[in-house]
């Protein structure tokens, strides 16, 4: 009934800039918190981003910070994560992720109930 598709993945050199976007359908996601995570080979699933609600608060791992933008379209139902200035290190498997959860824990892996089934940045140096 509730299913997120992540778009906008590919191959880049380092400097490079992506647009990654996620789709929902199935329930309206528009009050829901949404995030990004990923996973590079051999690594556990680490928190990108995420935001709250409307949209009006957005939290970054350090390591993407100044680098990174998440927004969404609410009328959409989309999320999408900005990804500039991109390095070697950022080449990983991309997931959205969506909660219903009210209280906001976002940089979790285990609050997020709903999760896409990922695209792959893959960054050369």
């Known amino acids: 009934q509730v299913q997120l598709v992540e778009s906008g993945g590919g191959l880049v050199q380092a400097g490079d800039s992506l647009r990654l976007s996620c789709a929902a359908s199935g329930r309206a996601f528009s009050s829901y918190n949404r995030g990004w995570f990923r996973q590079a080979p051999g690594k556990g699933r680490e928190f990108v981003a995420a935001?709250?609600?409307?949209?009006?608060?957005?939290y970054y791992a350090d390591s993407v910070k100044g680098r990174f933008t998440i927004s969404r379209d609410n009328a959409k139902y989309t999320v999408a994560l900005q990804m500039d200035s991109l390095k070697a290190e950022d080449t990983a498997v991309y997931y959205c992720a969506a909660s219903t959860n009210g209280d906001y824990y976002g940089s979790l892996e285990g609050y997020y109930q709903y999760w896409g089934q990922g695209t792959q940045v893959t960054v050369s140096s």
């Open positions: 935001t709250t609600g409307s949209g009006s608060s957005t």
